[in-house]
């Protein structure tokens, strides 16, 4: 019984903490953004207008929500919950520091992948259920496209699979102890790349948001959503993006493990920092590489989305995973010997 | 405590199958079967079959049923012809789902006592957890098959490129490598104001 308890504890504690994270995330984007196009972004609500998220927030739980008359009900009030569960359920696996995760499961990195190929479903049925065309064309661009993506996806964590010979996510991190030339972004580098291009178009962010697309087609699938439906849909997008940088940080940059590990001065002079804020802090650096995408590139075209995922992302990541395949027959140290 | 679960998640699965086949709209149809999915492999995962389980909500729900759900919803299906032709089929599809309803039976009665004879070894791999088993296992004893199947699996892709490809000039195509060698200097004119 206490057991569960914990448990519970756990659950409500990661759920809230991504909550005001999603907060904080959103005032950082609007800041930053605002920065890096010589802006100043949001500076009206509290001192430098930190209060801005809350704002907002409040904004949207006091909407009203409209229902289209012609939309399916049950389909329209289930979408936005189908888009936030899976988007919640991923982060069981996800450790943050060596022991601190739910549930320490073998195929922890499978499950993940589960997860997030289920968000599109919110989307799709979102589009479906408000009955109206420019919904419907959102939908179907973004079940297209997350397909189309989570191939060349699967493949960049294949690899990673194949260099730490396991799919959990502690052992996957454990594997790349010894300093930042031992992650696994540097012999893994083409798969890092497109990792995380596929990352940024599995979450329908920018250059990649051909599914909203307001120049195009309004708002994609949430066209019709108001109020709480739309914070849902929201909240769902940002909780996973942190999602796909904390799965990026553990394949490639080494999670928790201090980049000056084995390299003489540094490591003792930093050997105070905790682990976890190293994790954070590699977290921070994904994270806003997200917000620099979107302030710098202009949004992909949808043929040119298709191309880059089919014909250049599928091709050279079965390039590499041969490549790699031969490199680990070769035993090449550091990173592939046992 | 487990022996609910299963009863909930069996429950779930035997009613969401009988509501693909019963509800009238497609879409609806096809989430039906997802939720069906869903619930078998909740129970798969109490059998300790995690790699199996995960799998099937990676491959079916994650891929396969959003391709079908992208197609029901483009398509405009109409229930009511489909239903005419029911009654029509109907001896030949009752004969087809009793003869595999025989052989689910069949097997399960072996795998019975298949699973009395192992068991142990059975419950060892399923604490050690069974990817990796798995893998071991495919790709030593039943390589050939594994092959043949990822052979047939090609042949099938081989055949889906053919039956859409529609010879090289009927389409009109934008030319990527063309749009990216543009040179503003020759596209853009500027016209003096006098």
Known sequence: MTQVLIYLIAIVATTISLIITVI???????????????????????????????????????????????????????????????????????????????????????????????????????????????????????????????????????????????MNLTTIVEKQHGGILHWYWLPLLPLLVVYWVSAVAETNRLPFDVAEGESEIVAGFHVEYSGIPFALFFLAEYINMILVCFIAVLLFAGGWLSPFEGIPVLNKVFSWVPNVVWMFAKVAFFMLSFLWFRATFPRYRYDQLMRLGWKIFIPLTLLWIVVEAILIQLQLPPWFSI | MEYAFFLIFAAVALIAAAMVILSRNPVRAVLFLILCFFATAATWLMLNAEFLAITLVLVYVGAVMVLFLFVVMMLDIDFAILRAKLTRWSPIGLALAIAVFALIAEIIEKDQIAFGQHGDELSKIAETGNAAKLGEIVFTNYLLQFELAGILLLVAIIAAIVLIYRGPRSRKLQSIPKQIAADPKTRVHLVSGD
Do not use: C, H
């Open chain 1, 24 to 166: 904080l995330y959103t005032y950082a984007e609007r800041k930053i953004i605002g920065f890096m196009q010589d802006r100043i972004g949001p500076n009206r609500v509290g001192p430098i207008g930190i209060l801005q998220p809350v704002a907002d927030v409040v904004k949207l739980l006091l909407k009203e929500v409209i229902r289209p008359s012609a939309s399916n009900i049950y389909l329209f009030i289930i979408a936005p919950v189908l888009a936030l569960a899976p988007a919640l359920a991923a982060w069981a696996v996800i450790p943050i520091n060596n022991g601190w995760v739910l549930a320490d499961i073998n195929v922890g990195l499978l499950y993940v992948l589960a997860m997030t190929s289920l968000g599109v479903y919110g989307i799709v049925i979102a589009g479906w259920a408000s009955n109206s065309k420019y919904a419907l064309l959102g939908a179907i661009r973004s079940s297209a496209q997350i397909i189309s993506y989570e191939i060349p996806m699967a493949f960049a964590v294949l690899g990673v699979l194949m260099a730490a010979q396991s």
